[in-house]
């Protein structure tokens, strides 16, 4: 028994959210932390909203201002030769001197509920909106582990200083408290494993290094969820293989009788993004047990091969149902779809 793809995917689209301005587009509702909270799936979404341009030739670029508490407006136009418009998702300068890139959206985060897993309804404000100067760019891709009572979100904090990992909690989904960046930049895709482990918290990075080094998977401990230390590296990118240019954590690890399942995202020298696994010793996750020697998940549907960075399924969150791993998942940066697969499928996909 293969993978199974939910007939009503994608779930959410950028046509079920409505812009949180008029003035704006959302142009993707996609990488979502996932949580089952009483009777219902909660997705945290990343909703990308862009200023709406008045012409093809020009493109707006959206900054929180923290001093105005409020968002400020650029505008580009595509033939400034000072910045290269090639990656829809950025505007870069030619010249690193010559400033830093802009994104050419602006997210935040924002809660959609459901009791079925397949229909949502998403609320109209933001949860999650831009407040810092470590966030001016945006707040994206949240990752939900539930610790007792409580859900802890890790998020990316996006701006001109890098992307950092912020995290937050909640009791209830209505109320949040922001505990601050935990990991500074360059680093992202933090998951949190759900309990302790020999006393301590565990949670999965990917720092981004600017000289040697490929984005891979690291582990790090901590005694407060708060301060983190103690790193090791835990996985990297494989030469020739479909995570042969970079990987990070997906879905917060499960507790199987086998190990720890991690569901994780890598991207190949084609920026194909597809999902695997990879199991971790319960007892020491510093220990690979073993890894997907082929992708679970690799991008097929029309929705996950087209949209505005195709070729992408991002896993972001995982529910264990029974003998069966419900898996929420970003698909082309644009929407969230939802496969289930069989855990004896994922682990058939294991080898050394």
Partial sequence: MGVYRYPENPLLTPADVPPHR???????????????????????????????????QTIKAAIFDVSAKGLRIETFHRNDQR?????????????????????TSISHLRIARSVDGR???????????????????GVEDARIT????????????????????????TKNFHDVHRHGM??????????????????KYYCLHRPVPSGNGSPDIWL?????????????????CR?????????????????????WLELYHAADEDARYCV???????????????????????????????GFFGNVVFPCGALLQGDTVQVYYGVADTSMACVEIPLQTIFDSLGS
């Fill in 182 to 199: 935990i990991l500074p930049p360059e680093n992202k895709d933090v998951v949190l494993f759900p309990e302790p482990i020999g006393g």
């Fill in 239 to 259: 030469p020739e293989a479909w995570d042969s240019r970079r990987l990070g954590a997906g879905a917060p690890p499960l507790r199987t009788e086998h190990g």
């Fill in 119 to 137: 229909h949502f309804h998403v609320d109209e404000q933001p949860f999650l909106y831009p407040q810092t100067e470590l966030e001016t760019f």
């Fill in 83 to 103: 910045y290269d418009f090639s990656d829809p998702r950025s505007i870069a300068p030619v010249e690193r001197k010559g400033g830093f890139t802009y994104l």
């Fill in 146 to 169: 539930q610790i007792g009572d409580t859900y802890y979100i890790t998020y990316s904090a996006v701006s001109a200083r890098g992307v950092g990992v912020v995290l937050a909690s």
């Fill in 22 to 56: 008029d003035d704006f587009e959302v142009i993707g509702v996609f990488n979502a932390g996932v949580a089952k909270y009483h009777d219902e799936i909660i997705l945290l979404l990343r909703v990308a909203e862009r200023p709406v341009a008045q012409d093809e």
């Fill in 220 to 236: 790090a401990e901590s005694s407060d969820l708060n301060h983190w230390g103690n790193h090791h590296h835990l996985m990297g």
């Fill in 276 to 306: 695997g696994a990879v199991l971790l010793d319960l007892e020491d996750p510093s220990q690979v047990l073993v890894r997907s020697r082929h992708p679970i998940l690799v991008p097929e549907a029309d929705y996950e091969t087209n």
